[in-house]
């Protein structure tokens, strides 16, 4: 079936180092949508990028869209301990249905 | 900031119960969601719901399940009789629209089936 696989599953950073995450679908997607999801509690929406090579940036989060809009990456520069959290990929498939593959996400602990 | 509200939190029920999850979704989004994420595992597409009907639905969403729209402001989804793997949190969400915009999640319904 469709899928979304993000690697890796856990990394664990010291402070002011900086992290990626990497997503990969098996099939072209729509738009790919980044969230996190802080311990307890619910997905938040990060980004959104739909344009094949796209780059955005929010402050330290770089995100970008690979050119055949199969792959996504996100970086963070200089963790912080907010930073903790879940980060998943979400990709749109379909653009009638909203149906969103989330990856397995990764699980960011940031030592201070 | 508008949000999506879900009750209960937390919902202990016994294998074999039905069990009615509730949500109401940000007032002026027409499309609505609902994920389930087991714990420590990755949130998993259950159905979309636009014009009160199912746009799709995965294969988890078997005949067990059913989502409706009572009223104007309501979606629920329904697991008539839950099994001890249905345990997991249950999101809603919903969007405005289909294509290139964000979903906005509740907190969740942790459903615990013993």
């Known amino acids: 079936g469709q899928q979304v696989m993000q690697i890796p599953q856990y990394q664990h950073v010291q402070e002011g180092e900086d992290f990626t995450t990497y997503c990969n679908s098996s099939t072209t997607l729509s738009n790919i949508q980044w969230y996190k999801q802080r311990p307890g509690g619910h997905p938040v929406f990060l980004i959104q990028l739909v344009k094949s090579g796209e780059v955005k940036k929010q402050k330290r989060l770089t995100f970008q869209f690979g050119e055949a809009k199969k792959d996504s990456s996100l970086h963070i520069t200089a963790t912080q301990t907010t930073d903790v959290g879940t980060y998943f990929c979400a990709g749109l498939l379909s653009s009638n249905t909203g149906k969103l593959i989330f990856g397995q996400g990764t699980t960011l602990q940031v030592k201070p | 900031e508008p949000e999506v509200t879900q009750t209960p939190s937390h919902q202990v029920t016994q294998m074999g119960q039905e069990v009615i999850l509730r949500c109401v979704p940000i007032s002026n989004h027409l499309y609505f969601y609902w994920y389930r994420q087991i714990l420590g595992q990755k949130v998993e597409f259950l159905v979309s719901f636009y014009n009160n009907e199912i746009s799709e639905k995965s294969e988890i969403f078997d005949d067990q399940f059913s989502v409706e729209r009572p009223d104007g402001s309501n979606f629920t989804l329904k697991i008539r009789s839950t099994k001890l793997e249905d345990s997991a949190m249950y999101f809603c969400?919903?969007?405005?629209?289909?294509?290139?915009?964000?979903?906005?999640f509740g907190n969740g319904t942790r459903l615990t089936v013993t």
């Open positions: 969400a919903s969007s405005d629209r289909w294509e290139n915009s964000p979903l906005h």
